[in-house]
């Protein structure tokens, strides 16, 4: 049981240390689902993606995080964290306890998590990798109470320091310092942090990056950190973060269908170029698709008669929503403007950055004559849209610290779970 365990964790590793260079990508999920069926659990713990080509392959984004851990199947796995007291030797703060934290979070922190979802996936022959994603933005939540709802009761006074300057004069500076009621009737000091900093997480790679911080916390807060770290409870009062993941997701790309009157399309066309002095530019020939994209009233009055594919196979001239407008009208353009337009260009002119191309009408004797409709189809794709998932990470499960080593709390079921025992 023991090496089979050990087997998929190493599996897992190479699942979410490797970056995925496939040409592949991530689709939105509003243009398809990701493949196969989960249980509620990895719903809850997981954003799931199709990809583009393969039916076998899902994406995932953690949706909990926590602390890295090093040798997590050892009877004593290693948090990458430290917590100790501090005391300024000067400063507003000088000989005052303060906290001085820093460690490594991880979204795939949860190993018994990504067991869970590389199992239910195996089971239906689906690989799991994780999103590649186009940038990252952690924000760290430094002041944290449950259930503060609206405008919350505050109290805040100015106190006043003494600091001594190294030439032993006195400078009184005075520090705004304000608390919140929480839920228990006490005022809670909202100022958490005196000194932060942290590594952001790369762009243009995936949603599993480690993200190392660093930060000194107020005296306020020593003993309730104190209490925290000896019952290896959660430190969300006063320090967790939130990463946004932007991926870029494919869209479907989708059909429509062309009834062409050649005659009448020639007509419109014509009567678009005399308005234009018969030379348009690019801006006036784009202008001219968007209005065939938005004419109403079959092939006669329009030239063209625009039906679109709907999901259940059906054919209907209802335009998709106005995300793939852009896509329709090139897709349009280019199916068409080569038969009705000459495209002229300068050549051995100066140097510009002007567009200098020219549009005219085009002598298309074989379609002028055609008398029939003529029936074409086009693809369109509005490209990549953005997707934002999101990964909470906290910081528990950890026991010690304040001139103790700190070490992985291996007394509750939940934390062993998260590290795969």
Same mark, same amino acid.
């Given at each position: 049981?023991?090496?089979?365990?050990?087997?998929?964790?190493?599996?897992?590793?190479?699942?979410?240390?490797?970056?995925?260079?496939?040409?592949?990508?991530?689709?939105?999920?509003?243009?398809?689902?990701?493949?196969?069926?989960?249980?509620?659990?990895?719903?809850?713990?997981?954003?799931?993606?199709?990809?583009?080509?393969?039916?076998?392959?899902?994406?995932?984004? #953690?949706?909990?995080?926590?602390?890295?851990?090093?040798? @997590?199947?050892?009877?004593?796995?290693?948090?990458?964290?430290?917590?100790?007291?501090?005391? #300024?030797?000067?400063?507003?703060?000088?000989?005052?306890?303060?906290?001085?934290?820093?460690?490594?979070?991880?979204?795939?922190?949860?190993?018994?998590?990504?067991?869970?979802?590389?199992?239910?996936?195996?089971?239906?022959?689906?690989?799991?990798?994780?999103?590649?994603?186009?940038?990252?933005?952690?924000?760290?939540?430094?002041?944290?109470?449950?259930?503060?709802?609206?405008?919350?009761?505050?109290?805040?006074?100015?106190?006043?320091?003494?600091?001594?300057?190294?030439?032993?004069?006195?400078?009184?500076?005075?520090?705004?310092?304000?608390?919140?009621?929480?839920?228990?009737?006490?005022?809670?000091?909202?100022?958490?942090?005196?000194?932060?900093?942290?590594?952001?997480?790369?762009?243009?790679?995936?949603?599993?990056?480690?993200?190392?911080?660093?930060?000194?916390?107020? #005296?306020?807060?020593?003993?309730?950190?104190?209490?925290?770290?000896?019952?290896?409870?959660?430190?969300?009062?006063?320090?967790?973060?939130?990463?946004?993941?932007?991926?870029?997701?494919?869209?479907?790309?989708?059909?429509?269908?062309?009834?062409?009157?050649?005659?009448?399309?020639?007509?419109?066309?014509?009567?678009?170029?005399?308005?234009?002095?018969?030379?348009?530019?690019?801006?006036?020939?784009?202008?001219?698709?968007?209005?065939?994209?938005?004419?109403?009233?079959?092939?006669? @009055?329009?030239?063209?008669?625009?039906?679109?594919?709907?999901?259940?196979?059906?054919?209907?001239?209802?335009?998709?929503?106005?995300?793939?407008?852009?896509?329709?009208?090139?897709?349009?353009?280019?199916?068409?403007?080569?038969?009705?337009?000459?495209?002229?260009?300068?050549?051995?002119?100066?140097?510009?950055?002007?567009?200098?191309?020219?549009?005219?009408?085009?002598?298309?004797?074989?379609?002028?004559?055609?008398?029939?409709?003529?029936?074409?189809?086009?693809?369109?794709?509005?490209?990549?849209? #953005?997707?934002?998932?999101?990964?909470?990470?906290?910081?528990?499960?950890?026991?010690?610290?304040?001139?103790?080593?700190?070490?992985?709390?291996?007394?509750?079921?939940?934390?062993?779970?998260?590290?795969?025992?």
């Amino acid at each position: 049981m023991r090496n089979s365990k050990v087997s998929t964790l190493a599996a897992l590793a190479l699942i979410t240390g490797a970056v995925n260079e496939a040409a592949a990508a991530p689709m939105s999920p509003t243009a398809r689902p990701p493949p196969g069926i989960y249980s509620a659990q990895v719903v809850a713990d997981f954003e799931l993606l199709a990809d583009s080509d393969s039916p076998n392959l899902v994406y995932f984004v #953690p949706k909990l995080g926590n602390l890295a851990v090093q040798s @997590p199947q050892s009877p004593s796995p290693i948090p990458r964290f430290q917590i100790n007291s501090y005391y #300024p030797p000067n400063g507003v703060l000088m000989g005052e306890e303060l906290t001085l934290m820093g460690g490594t979070l991880s979204p795939t922190a949860d190993i018994g998590a990504l067991q869970r979802l590389q199992t239910e996936a195996a089971l239906q022959g689906i690989q799991i990798a994780p999103a590649p994603v186009r940038s990252a933005r952690t924000t760290f939540n430094l002041f944290a109470q449950q259930g503060l709802t609206g405008r919350v009761e505050t109290q805040c006074v100015m106190e006043e320091y003494i600091i001594i300057l190294p030439n032993g004069n006195q400078l009184k500076q005075r520090v705004p310092k304000c608390k919140v009621l929480d839920l228990n009737g006490n005022f809670v000091d909202s100022n958490v942090v005196y000194k932060f900093t942290s590594s952001p997480a790369p762009a243009n790679s995936t949603a599993n990056q480690n993200i190392s911080f660093q930060a000194m916390l107020l #005296p306020a807060w020593t003993e309730s950190l104190k209490t925290s770290m000896m019952f290896g409870d959660q430190l969300d009062a006063s320090l967790s973060a939130t990463t946004e993941w932007q991926i870029s997701a494919n869209t479907l790309t989708r059909q429509a269908r062309l009834t062409i009157n050649w005659q009448s399309l020639f007509e419109q066309a014509s009567a678009y170029t005399a308005f234009h002095l018969n030379s348009c530019v690019e801006v006036e020939i784009s202008a001219f698709f968007e209005r065939l994209a938005t004419c109403e009233g079959g092939t006669q @009055p329009c030239g063209v008669y625009i039906e679109y594919r709907q999901t259940d196979g059906t054919w209907s001239d209802d335009a998709p929503e106005d995300a793939s407008f852009i896509a329709i009208v090139e897709a349009l353009r280019q199916s068409l403007e080569k038969e009705l337009f000459t495209k002229v260009e300068a050549v051995n002119g100066p140097v510009s950055t002007e567009p200098t191309a020219i549009f005219t009408l085009r002598a298309n004797y074989e379609k002028i004559v055609t008398t029939r409709n003529e029936v074409m189809s086009i693809a369109y794709n509005q490209g990549p849209v #953005p997707f934002n998932a999101n990964t909470t990470l906290n910081i528990d499960c950890v026991v010690g610290g304040f001139g103790y080593p700190v070490v992985y709390d291996m007394d509750k079921p939940a934390c062993r779970a998260r590290v795969g025992q």
